[in-house]
């Protein structure tokens, strides 16, 4: 199906932002494993099912604490611990979740890996799950078979991305924006770094980041706090306490505009244009955050939107988020158009950012984004799923219990003049790195 | 399992969704002449309430109290199926311009109503549907349905809005797909995969097509289907049925119906013999698709036959590749080590007959062709042999557990019923399916792999990747004679 608008949009309110109102927010308890995981819970009896993730700090943040040009093993890392745990090899490890109904997942980002599983309440269906779950995460094998063979798709994985424009797009922007930092590494590793990772490094890498202490696990379901507890106890209790990951590097900002232009036979130009924004917990956050909504985090009624799309049709596509990391994330803005317009669609988003930068968001635009964020609220917390994920963030990013219940009154308190200066202290219009990728005219 | 299945996942989005032509639904629509005749509104089993207005139009409501929140959709029996040759792509095009204003509202307003109410709103097009939708704090929702109805029959196509709109609209395509090379040779699969059905026609649109479209086009589509008789609302979530109804009867009730012309059936006549076609476009991985042609829920509806192998056919789609325990991933993936990714996929939900479809892409150091020959291996396995015990137990487990999942997702059970209902079945099947499944036997699924996966009805295409290098890239353009849009 196609749908109208773009897809980006709704994944980036949850990367993005949480909020919270006047409407209950759900009752989030919290509390440690005896080895020392952060365990958050929501009891949602509705539903005859239970929703359990488990994240951890060893993304891809974590790659260089194993080795110089190691990128790829925090996602190796990852994707082998069901490959193989317990005695069990992938294939009866997946049969052993699906035989009971239960759906796994697992991945990593740049800040989070994780674990996930949805099962049915009933315990002759749940038991097993995590019984699975548990040896999964207790005890991988790390197989040298598994390991080749994921490894070889983990290649072709890297090599489909360069058929890719936006992929190839964004992981020039990382790496440009973040220099040495470990944030620039792409978490799927590149040719060269996967030709050098050796199964010891997963090995290494799951001993010193797969431990309580670098754990949060997150459950929402039909429970009772002791069966939560039971349940959460359980699960972690073969594995170390160990050691919380220690903090990563401070981010250094460009000091100067940057622009790269990557010529490649597509349809569009893709650009990607943007700087260091900001990392979870910054004082700036609800303004900032507000910010961006009027700019271009609200898709239609957006200022991006409205300039580019609806007035002159230059694009399907374009948008603006932050990305609030452990370090600081970025700030991008997104644009894919055809590659004869470019020019004009990128004046157009520079005078755009300038212009929002010098004199800030109109009055009205304020508004209506409040209401926006303030109405929508009861919207993002609407099913078991996302309750799920906003606990992992709460707890992955150490924000405070009630985060949900104070947002929407927190992103309320700004006002104009608040966001005027948070834009003009935090955005840089002469400090932006362009990457664009696309066909140059000729 | 590390890798996003980047193919797999892109057939499992949605590109199975749809069939063909052959409209009104005489065996499912007993119950709902019942109904009009005495404006009653029944309840399901599964708690779906269902009335239909003076005007034909029709309404679902599934209420789920959990959240203050809900979800309205208006489906329209109008998708790319319907459409002819030299117009593909206008019901898209229309949706678009369904956010542009009416007698009543500027170009935009609807969106930013709704969005100053904390809402959000969207809208998608099928091969046999095309829906409106938001997702409101139900305090709201009566917003959405008051605008909802007035875009119904009051929209204002504007010429400067569309000349902009329809460039945004290449985009898009180029966006999804010209520079996809998966997405690209999908759409060529799909060109040579049906002979006469429009299924073969991409639901954005040839980008010729686009070129010479324009808002006569959209006026004459608009006018043909866009009618209350010809609608669905659905509503899911924090509401009071006896409110919806309420609600609907006073704006949509008063909406005049047109008279609705089916469109012509166009079903696909029979394939004689294997269809094969290469594609090759600047990339890295080569990609291969094949589809087979196989009945849809409708399709036996409408002939009046048995419809136990399409729950049979929904099965063998499990047992091949319903998780990582499937068939496909462990001997191709895991034992084999030939594929780095390969899916199976069949959505019974169309007008139309469509395909069963097989896709991957090779490990290095494999080709294409041993790909395919190893999925032809496994279709012959099934063949052969019927599925274990333990096989089915889990497909049945699975679907058994995702009856329940579904329900944390309004929105996803107000889609469930709003295709079923424009696509022709009814919405009532929903609540057959569970035990539907249940109901399968191995050898039904040994049956359906022999009956249906035939060489003959088999259509293969290949992406051939061609140099991402622009040099290179430019100079096998000039030596094809390929030839671009402006």
């Known amino acids: 199906m196609v749908t109208k608008k773009s897809l980006i949009a709704f994944g980036l309110l949850l990367i993005n932002g949480l909020s919270t109102s006047v409407f209950a927010s759900p009752d989030i308890q919290h509390w440690q494993t005896r080895n020392g995981a952060e365990v958050y819970f929501v009891p949602s009896n509705d539903i005859p099912m239970v929703d359990v993730r488990v994240v951890f700090d060893a993304g891809s943040a974590r790659d260089v604490e194993v080795g110089k040009n190691l990128a790829g093993t925090a996602l190796m890392t990852n994707g082998l611990l069901a490959e193989g745990a317990a005695g069990d090899d992938a294939q009866v490890l997946a049969e052993k979740f699906e035989a009971v109904g239960a759906s796994f997942g697992n991945g990593s980002l740049k800040d989070m890996a994780w674990l996930s599983v949805r099962s049915l309440r009933d315990d002759k269906y749940l038991q097993p799950a995590l019984i699975n779950l548990k040896n999964i995460l207790s005890f991988p094998e790390f197989n040298k078979t598994a390991f080749k063979r994921e490894l070889e798709r983990l290649k072709i994985s890297v090599k489909a991305g360069k058929q890719s424009p936006s992929s190839i797009a964004s992981l020039r922007f990382y790496a440009e924006l973040y220099g040495d930092h470990p944030y620039s590494q792409p978490s799927q590793g590149t040719e060269e770094s996967l030709k050098k990772l050796k199964l010891k490094h997963l090995k290494t890498f799951y001993k010193q980041f797969y431990v309580a202490k670098n754990a949060v696990v997150s459950i929402v379901g039909q429970l009772t706090t002791e069966e939560a507890k039971k349940m959460a106890e359980d699960l972690l209790a073969n594995l170390p306490s160990g050691q919380h990951a220690k903090k990563l590097p401070e981010v250094k900002a460009l000091s100067e505009s940057k622009t790269i232009h990557i010529d490649f036979p597509s349809k569009q130009s893709n650009v990607l244009m943007g700087q260091v924004g900001m990392a979870r917990g910054d004082a700036d956050y609800y303004a900032l955050y507000l910010a961006n909504h009027a700019f271009g985090g609200s898709g239609f009624g957006s200022r991006l939107m409205h300039e580019v799309r609806e007035k002159r049709g230059l694009a399907y596509s374009t948008y603006s988020y932050f990305s609030p990391m452990h370090a600081s994330g970025p700030f991008i803005i997104g644009l894919k158009t055809r590659n004869d317009q470019l020019d004009e669609a990128m004046g157009i988003i520079s005078a755009e950012l300038n212009k929002y930068v010098e004199q800030g968001p109109e009055v009205g635009e304020l508004g209506d984004s409040l209401k926006n964020i303030t109405g929508g609220f009861p919207l993002r917390i609407d099913s078991n799923k996302k309750i799920v994920e906003y606990l992992s963030v709460i707890g992955f990013y150490d924000l405070p219990l009630d985060y949900l219940d104070t947002f929407v009154d927190s992103v309320n308190q700004q006002d104009k003049k608040k966001v005027d200066d948070a834009l003009k202290r935090r955005l840089h219009p002469d400090k932006m790195l362009t990457v664009i990728v696309g066909a140059k005219s000729e | ?486």
Request: aromatic share 8%.
């Open chain 2, 1 to 486: 399992m590390i890798l996003k299945k980047y193919s797999a996942l892109f057939v499992l989005t949605g590109l199975l969704a749809g069939v063909s032509a052959c409209q009104t639904n005489p065996s499912v629509n007993n119950a709902d002449q019942a109904l009009q005749g005495k404006q009653e509104s029944r309840v399901s089993d599964s708690g779906v309430h269902s009335f239909m207005l003076k005007n034909g139009m029709k309404v679902l409501v599934k209420p789920d109290h959990r959240s203050p929140v809900a979800v309205s959709q208006v489906w329209y029996k109008v998708g790319a199926s319907y459409e002819y040759d030299g117009v593909t792509g206008v019901s898209h095009a229309l949706e678009h311009m369904m956010f542009k204003g009416t007698e009543n509202l500027e170009p935009g307003e609807f969106s930013k109503i709704i969005a100053a109410n904390g809402g959000s709103e969207n809208a998608f097009t099928g091969k046999d549907y095309t829906a409106y939708f938001q997702r409101i704090s139900s305090d709201r929702l009566e917003l959405c349905l008051k605008h909802e109805a007035d875009r119904m029959r009051h929209l204002q196509l504007n010429e400067d809005e569309f000349k902009k709109e329809i460039e945004v609209i290449k985009e898009e395509r180029r966006s999804r797909t010209e520079d996809k090379p998966t997405s690209l040779t999908y759409e060529r699969f799909n060109a040579a995969a049906f002979i006469n059905s429009s299924y073969q026609q991409p639901i954005i649109g040839w980008m010729e097509d686009l070129h010479s479209m324009d808002l006569d086009d959209l006026s004459q589509w608009y006018k043909t289907w866009y009618a209350p008789n010809n609608a669905t609302l659905v509503v899911a979530g924090d509401v009071d049925p006896q409110q919806i109804k309420k609600w609907a009867e006073k704006y949509f009730g008063v909406l005049q119906p047109s008279k609705i012309i089916p469109p012509k059936p166009r079903r696909e006549v029979e394939q004689m013999g294997e269809r094969r076609i290469t594609v090759k476009l600047p990339a890295k991985v080569p990609y291969l698709l094949m589809g087979y042609k196989v009945p849809v829920l409708k399709s036996l509806m409408d002939k009046g036959e048995s419809v136990n192998d399409v729950y049979a056919l929904e099965v063998l789609a499990g047992v091949l590749d319903g998780g990582d325990s499937s068939r496909l991933s462990r001997r191709l993936v895991r034992e084999a080590e030939i594929a780095t990714s390969a899916g199976a996929g069949y959505d019974p939900y169309a007008r139309q007959q469509t395909l069963f479809l097989f896709d991957g892409s090779p490990r290095d150091g494999h080709s294409v062709k041993e790909l395919e020959a190893a999925i032809k291996k496994q279709i012959v396995a099934i063949q052969n042999k019927p599925p274990s015990r333990q096989e089915l137990d889990r497909v049945k487990a699975q679907v058994m557990a995702s009856s329940v999942y579904e329900k944390d997702s309004v929105f996803y059970q107000a889609m469930q019923l709003g295709t079923l209902e424009t696509v022709g079945v009814g919405w009532q099947k929903k609540d057959d399916y569970l035990k539907k499944i249940q109901q399968v036997t191995a050898e039904q699924v040994q049956a359906v792999a022999k009956k249906y996966l035939l060489d003959d009805s088999l259509t293969v295409a290949v992406l051939v990747p061609q140099p991402t290098d622009t040099t290179k890239q430019r100079s096998v353009r000039r030596a094809t004679g390929g030839r671009r849009g402006h």
